[in-house]
């Protein structure tokens, strides 16, 4: 047995809460991840995780071994990455995790383009608009379009999000288009379910006056590429970002709505971990998106 590779799999096994999740996660098999977690038991002549038939739990000394394991690892793997010059060149296996729509319209090109320039690099590509951790979910970059809370992660923003109110001409031609945030109470909105509370929008005046309008959700969705296909569809008004709108703008499916209010913008972020050595890969996909990002912003 591999004591690293044992020690790796004890880390996965804590952070993903079952032998059967890192079995999937790593296309092994249950018995060999339960092997190697025993063998390093044995090793160090201590119990390391309680289990019972419902769950996995760490024992004192599992708790104190988890945290060694974490910084020795994180050393260890730092110096490799060194020695094996992935400071100088992009390569090895690179995890991002990103929200659906944002990685179908938006990155989906640049993503392309990387894979192109850094043909050393293997992507791992995960589309999620849950938040996802990166240390659970072993992500090495995750896109993030939200203001962010402490988390000890290193943050790049990469650009502003500009959100617009948009339907179908078919559906303002049957309900009249709303000229007042108010009139939005009679409309029919397709909202979004993973924004607290999902009823309510608030839109604010060139004057700077907040208005907070409770909605009719008439339809509601964990999925902005939903919410766009309702609204080309003709089924109410939703507010999207303004590039997934773009596209369905220049052949007339969707227009703008409530345009004299102020646009609403939110930020994205690449987040990452903080590491005293990180690896090219991740440092080069960063900037080389952030590039991207920024020169398609100038052309629009």
């Known amino acids: 047995m591999d004591k690293l590779d044992c020690i790796r799999t004890f880390i ?14 790593h296309n ?13 038991e044995q090793q160090l002549s201590v119990l390391l995780l309680h289990r019972t038939s419902r769950q996995l739990s760490l024992t ?10 974490l910084r020795l690892l994180e050393e260890h793997d730092g110096f490799e990455t060194m020695l094996k010059g992935e400071q100088l060149t992009a390569k090895g296996r690179l995890a991002l995790s990103m929200p659906t729509s944002l990685g179908l319209h938006l990155l989906a090109e640049p993503i392309a383009d990387f894979m192109a320039l850094h043909p050393e690099v293997d992507i791992d590509l995960s589309l999620n608009d849950q ?16 203001y962010l809370k402490d988390s000890g992660l290193k943050a790049k923003q990469l650009m502003e999000n500009t959100m617009v109110y948009c339907a179908s001409p078919d559906y303002l031609q049957r ?8 009139e939005l109470t009679g409309h029919q ?38 919410l766009l296909k309702m609204a080309v569809l ?16 220049a052949t007339g499916e969707l227009v703008q709505v409530l345009t004299g209010y102020n646009k609403q913008t ?13 690896p090219l890969r991740i440092r080069a996909f960063i900037d080389f998106i952030a590039e991207a990002l920024d020169d398609d912003h100038h052309h629009t």
């Open 175 to 182: 309900h009249g288009s709303p000229q007042t945030a108010s």
């Open 189 to 226: 909105c397709l909202t979004y379910s993973l924004v607290y509370p999902s009823n309510v929008w608030t839109l604010t005046s060139r004057e700077g006056q907040s208005e907070k309008v409770p909605l009719n959700e008439y339809f509601r969705t964990d999925s902005p590429e939903m």
């Open 234 to 249: 003709g089924q109410g008004i939703s507010i999207l970002p303004h590039w997934m709108v773009t596209p369905y703008e």
């Open 266 to 278: 939110i930020p994205l972020y690449a987040v990452y971990k903080a590491s005293h050595s990180l």
């Open 12 to 25: 996965r096994v804590v952070q993903l809460g079952s032998f059967t999740a890192v079995a999937h996660a």
């Open 28 to 40: 092994i098999t249950q018995g060999s991840v339960s092997k190697k977690v025993a063998w390093l």
């Open 131 to 146: 938040h996802i951790d990166l240390y659970r979910d072993n992500i090495d970059i995750a896109f993030r379009a939200s």
């Open 60 to 69: 004192d000394a599992g708790e104190a071994y988890y945290q060694h394991a």
